[in-house]
């Protein structure tokens, strides 16, 4: 009884440390915040994967409901300010991880990012010097 005790507790805990630290960035050029998962950001070889979210400003309709927020991975390549985008959740409701739809990305292709757009915001973020 008292292992599975200590199971539980550990499993609690490690459930508690792996919860997102949402730092807000800003707002991209059509108004919608942005905020980094902090622990998300680990340095590869050459690159470096972060995961962030965009709350939108204006709802995007579907026949579900209306999308409200969007949680992206990427990989920035600070030496040329380029990402890849690896994955998009775009959510209905996030709060109760109700998501609408699940984007993969089928191949890793870095590119440059629209001045002002939330991986702007991101890539300037992680690559200041």
């Known amino acids: 009884m008292r292992t599975l005790l200590?199971?539980?507790?550990?499993?609690?805990?490690?459930t508690a440390l792996a919860a997102?630290?949402?730092q807000?960035?800003?707002?991209n050029a059509n108004g919608?915040?942005?905020?980094?998962?902090?622990?998300?950001?680990k340095a590869g070889a050459g690159y470096t994967a972060v995961t962030f979210?965009?709350?939108?400003?204006?709802?995007l309709d579907t026949p579900g409901g209306g999308i409200t927020s969007?949680?992206?991975?990427?990989r920035v390549n600070?030496?040329?300010?380029?990402?890849a985008g690896i994955e998009v959740v775009l959510f209905e409701?996030?709060?109760?991880?109700?998501?609408?739809?699940?984007?993969?990305?089928?191949?890793?292709?870095?590119?440059?990012?629209?001045?002002g757009s939330s991986s702007d915001l991101v890539i300037r973020y992680l690559c200041r010097k």
């Not at 919608?32 to 950001?41: C, H, L, T």
């Not at 600070?78 to 990402?83: E, G, Q, Y």
């Not at 409701?93 to 001045?115: C, G, Q, V």
């Open 93 to 115: 409701n996030e709060a109760k991880d109700k998501a609408f739809s699940r984007i993969k990305a089928r191949k890793i292709e870095y590119l440059k990012e629209p001045t």
């Open 70 to 74: 969007m949680r992206s991975r990427m």
């Open 24 to 27: 807000p960035l800003g707002e």
């Open 78 to 83: 600070c030496k040329d300010l380029t990402a």
């Open 32 to 41: 919608n915040r942005i905020f980094v998962d902090k622990g998300s950001v």
């Open 20 to 22: 997102p630290d949402w």
């Open 6 to 14: 200590l199971i539980a507790l550990a499993l609690i805990a490690g």
């Open 53 to 59: 979210r965009t709350e939108l400003k204006s709802a």
